[in-house]
Antibody
Framework: EVRLVESGGGLVQPGRSLKLSCAAS????????MAWVRQAPTKGLEWVASISNSGTTTYYRDSVRGRFFISRDNAESALYLQMDSLRSEDTATYYC???????????WGQGVMVTVSS | DIQMTQSPASLSASLGETVSIECLAS??????LAWYQQKSGKSPQLLIY???RLQDGVPSRFTGSGSGTRYSLKISGMQPEDEADYFC?????????FGSGTKLEIK
């Protein structure tokens, strides 16, 4: 059974940092591209960042590039999102996802809430 | 960025009714189109990928179709458990973009 379990969310002040983690199991993690997708309260889905299976290539949406950093540890089957210089508009539930065939996100974690507020 | 225009924003259907949701991409996306279902308080679930391929475990009453810039999701025979939000998503190019969503309710 595929499982993606996020952790590390919480309440943080604007301008501060937070690091999200995602523990993966039930599939060959090192074979899979991975991504973070977020959803602001009562809003739609928004892709944040993706990383290649080896970790050598990363992709970001413009609004987070230079502030957020996606990384992975294939030995630990773990995905990370380092979020710096957080803004109120980053407030959302963050989902860890696996990138499947033709870039459909075929598995999702339960999500972790990040609230940026003073 | 590729814009995904999803319609309608909300929809009400009777049990057993067939419903359709549309997604229009701002440029051709070569069938790199996925559909998701998100029930209240839950994570999204992949229903359809590559425009028309049914994800494992998804009921066959869900079908996807389309090509080029126009895509649709059809639910043949609305069931109570189909009440949810539905989103389309293009994976043709970065940034990956989603439609704004359709809220499907039972009439």
């Amino acid at each position: 059974e595929v499982r993606l379990v996020e952790s590390g969310g919480g309440l943080v002040q604007p301008g501060r940092s937070l690091k999200l983690s995602c523990a993966a199991s039930g599939f060959t993690f090192s074979d899979s591209y991975m991504a973070w997708v977020r959803q602001a309260p009562t809003k739609g889905l928004e892709w944040v960042a993706s990383i290649s299976n080896s970790g050598t290539t990363t992709y970001y949406r413009d609004s987070v590039r230079g502030r957020f950093f996606i990384s992975r540890d294939n030995a630990e089957s773990a995905l990370y999102l380092q979020m710096d210089s957080l803004r109120s508009e980053d407030t959302a539930t963050y989902y860890c996802t696996r990138v499947g065939t033709r870039y459909g996100f075929d598995y999702w974690g339960q999500g972790v809430m990040v609230t940026v507020s003073s | 960025d590729i814009q995904m225009t999803q319609s309608p924003a909300s929809l009400s259907a009777s049990l057993g009714e067939t419903v359709s949701i549309e997604c229009l991409a701002s440029v051709g996306i070569s069938n790199d189109l996925a559909w998701y279902q998100q029930k209240s308080g839950k994570s999204p679930q992949l229903l359809i990928y590559a425009a028309s391929r049914l994800q494992d475990g998804v009921p066959s009453r869900f079908t996807g179709s389309g090509s080029g810039t126009r895509y649709s999701l059809k639910i043949s025979g609305m069931q109570p458990e189909d009440e949810a939000d539905y989103f389309c998503q293009q994976g043709y190019t970065y940034p990956v973009t989603f439609g704004s969503g359709t809220k499907l309710e039972i009439k």
